[in-house]
């Protein structure tokens, strides 16, 4: 047996010299929190899906109307009530995307229209459906763009000031913020719609009247437990000035919280615009928006679905895709607040 | 120990820090402190959780504002108003360590620029070169290695953080450091590998500590003195050996009889006091004596009048009635 052969003696043992310098070592890559974030996002196939459906959608939004010759309001009776024809994937029946019908009439033979693609049909005035679509998209994707910017601009400020001067002031600011979110959404809509007129100026004032007080309370709250972190205290006693605090203690462990508040306002606003225009509080015709795209359709949606299928689809997967980013974000951002 | 004029480096008079909390409500988390720090001394101060350690340490240090009283630091006033100048410089020679080695640190910032925060307030380095020298610098001094400059705070343990967090605190060359409970969120292994880079840092820079913990036989090992606290005062005050072997104060007894003495012999027979009863609210403490509630020798005289602050032998204070030989003849005489 070899095993009994080898004798253990000293010999066979050198010792394992561990310098101080080894003790402290670190082997694993630095990586920062953002670079690990970074890394749980992409992980997540939820969020990355959301992310790239969000991105297919923004460049339709914008190139969509393109490819089309027709203007999103060009008018024309005798091609009214389209149904949606594309070509190639017209010879795939089941599709539906022949040009037929749901009474099985051929539209475009009828309506002398055979040499012509309408994407998405069009509607009862005869405008391309596609354009409009992609019109009203753009009028959700400003909306979008809106929201985040009023949240961290109006939104932080107010958060940042009220948390970190505390005291009276926050007191002061709080109360206000109370007396706003008193005050239904609908009703300051309606009110701006009288001052100014129904449409994107009213919807804008609107939200930045009441759109940013979520935030705004998020970040105050950060900033009050992080005020009384040892790191902001030892950073004072450093001698550091407010500015110094804010831009480099605070908002950088607070801008986790900032990037998925405003990832889970922007669907709302999303929501809000759509709705208002949906009944008739919104975007005024001839503009698109898809809310008054889907009242519209919603008026003949048993003879012709098409004219509410597209923009309804759309605003569902703007919806889903950002809850799908917002909750991606939330948990490479913040893996204490995942569910 | 030879009583040697000794340079007074900090003054304590009569500090008050009360919160308001509520309505109508106040809190006195530190009242009527007093005490003195000598330069080159490391001065204890220990106390049950809450007793007001922290809120003396971070007043003295200007995180809070007094509500009463002063401090002295080398002869100029702490408190009060100042110019952005002489607040630097208060700044640079005043600092502190703080208790919990994963909130002190901040999580988005690498080691380098947490270490280089007070050398880029206070502009201490010409240049970016000098900068990172400094830090390197630092890294050596608390056992550290450059490697670890570019690295997060989670990627340390919590010894290690203490030490970034000490290397912090030295970067502005500070004379006089208050450690707020350093080691008490660390594995016993870790404690004495950060208490002795503590002392060894004192030794080669003269520092001065003031230094937090919540028990008596961490304290022993690294201070010159030892102040006892209770319910936001201090009740006694001596030379660390002196208090160690001859306790006063019945609170402190109680304190030092609960340590176990690393002898079978000994501990076998040791007596322990057990003290009654919880701590009492500091928003509504006991009249008199702060004590009296839980004190063994509690008399009359404890509950109707506070006790004075003596100096019952040389260089030994204490606050309690027992010791107080004005009241004690007066009593005989009765
Ligand atoms: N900012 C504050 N506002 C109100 N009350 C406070 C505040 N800070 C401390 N206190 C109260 O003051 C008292 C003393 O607190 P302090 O933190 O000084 O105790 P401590 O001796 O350091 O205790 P520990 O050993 O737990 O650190 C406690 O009762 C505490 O609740
Ligand atoms: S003053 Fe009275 S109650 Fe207070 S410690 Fe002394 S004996 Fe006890
Ligand atoms: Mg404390």
Same mark, same amino acid.
């Given at each position: ?5 080898? /004798? ?98 051929? /539209? ?59 005291? =009276? ?95 889970? @306002? ?20 001839? @503009? ?13 949606? /048993? ?37 | ?191 004495? /590998? ?110 109707? =009048? ?22 004690? @003849? ?5």
């Amino acid at each position: 047996m070899s095993m009994h052969e080898k /004798q253990l003696n000293n010999d066979l043992f050198q010792p394992a010299v561990r310098s101080s310098d080894d003790a402290e070592k670190i082997t694993k890559e630095s990586t920062s929190f953002w670079q690990d974030a970074r890394r749980r996002l992409f992980e997540n196939k939820g969020a990355v899906s959301g992310l790239i459906i969000i991105v297919a959608i923004l460049l339709l939004a914008f190139l969509g109307p393109l490819f089309s010759h027709n203007g999103f309001d060009d008018q024309d009776t005798s091609r009214t009530n389209l149904p949606p024809r594309v070509p190639v994937l017209e010879k795939v029946g089941f599709l539906g995307l022949d040009g037929v019908d749901i009474r099985g009439v051929d /539209q475009y033979k009828m309506k002398n229209q055979k040499d012509n693609y309408y994407w998405f049909g069009t509607d009862a005035l005869g405008r391309d459906q596609f354009v409009r679509v992609w019109k009203g998209t753009q009028i959700s994707l400003y909306i979008a763009f809106l929201a985040a910017a009023i949240d961290m601009v109006i939104g932080v400020a107010y958060g940042a000031i009220s948390g970190y001067y505390g005291g =009276k002031t926050d007191n002061i600011m709080q109360r206000i913020i109370e007396i706003l979110i008193g005050i239904p959404n609908l009703i300051v809509v309606i009110l701006m719609i009288l001052i100014l007129d129904p449409g994107i100026l009213s919807i804008t004032f609107a939200m930045v009247i009441t759109g940013w007080t979520t935030m705004a309370r998020i970040v105050r709250g950060q900033i009050l437990k992080l005020k009384t972190q040892e790191y902001v205290l030892a950073s004072v006693t450093l001698g550091a000035k407010s500015s110094r605090i804010l831009t480099k203690h605070m908002f950088p462990n607070i801008l986790g919280s900032i990037i998925i508040t405003s990832m889970f @306002t922007i669907p709302s606003a999303i929501f809000t615009e759509a709705f208002l225009s949906f009944i008739g509080l919104g975007i005024s015709p001839p @503009t698109a928006s898809l809310g008054s795209l889907v009242n519209e359709g919603f008026k003949s949606l /048993q003879i012709y679905p098409h004219l509410v299928l597209y923009p309804a689809v759309i605003i569902s997967l703007i919806m889903i895709s950002f809850n799908l980013l917002g909750d991606g974000l939330r948990d490479a951002l913040d893996p204490k607040m995942r569910k | 120990m030879a009583v040697v004029e000794r340079e007074k480096l900090l003054e304590v008079k009569n500090l008050k820090k009360h919160f308001n909390v509520g309505k109508n409500a106040v809190l006195k988390a530190v009242d009527n402190v007093s005490f003195d720090i000598y330069k080159g001394e490391t001065l204890g101060l220990v106390g049950e959780s809450g007793c007001g350690k922290s809120t003396t340490g971070r007043t003295i240090i200007r995180l809070y504002e007094a509500t009463g009283g002063n401090v002295t630091f080398e002869g100029k006033d702490v408190h009060g108003k100042k110019s952005r100048k002489d607040l630097k410089s208060f700044n640079r020679r005043m600092q502190m360590i703080f208790q919990d080695p994963y909130a002190s640190l901040n999580p988005r910032m690498t080691i380098k620029d947490i270490i280089a925060e007070g050398i880029d307030i206070h502009g201490l380095a010409k240049n970016d070169k000098e900068r990172m020298e400094r830090v390197y610098e630092l890294l050596e001094t608390v056992g550290l290695n450059r490697a670890h400059a570019s690295r997060y705070p989670h990627e340390f343990s919590g010894g290690q953080r203490q030490r970034i967090g000490i290397a912090r605190a030295l970067a502005v060359d500070p004379d006089f450091i208050i450690a707020d409970e350093p080691i008490s969120a660390l594995d016993v292994s870790i404690q004495a /590998q950060v208490v002795n880079l503590m002392m060894k840092l004192q030794k080669e820079r003269g520092l001065t500590y003031l230094f937090i913990a919540h028990d008596l036989s961490m304290v022993k090992h690294i201070s010159d003195r030892v102040g006892v606290m209770y319910l936001g005062n201090i009740v006694e005050l001596a030379e660390s050996d002196e208090l160690y072997e001859e306790p006063l104060h019945p609170y402190t007894q109680a304190l030092l009889s609960a340590i176990p003495v690393p002898d079978p012999e000994v501990e076998r027979s040791r007596e322990r006091i057990i003290l009654e009863g919880d701590l009492p609210s500091p928003i509504s403490p006991p009249s008199g004596c702060r004590f009296r509630t839980r004190c063994p020798h509690a008399m009359d005289v404890c509950a109707s =009048k506070e006790p004075k602050w003596l100096e019952a032998r040389e260089g030994h204070w204490v606050a309690c009635h027992l010791y107080d030989n004005e009241l004690n @003849t007066e009593n005989k005489q009765q």
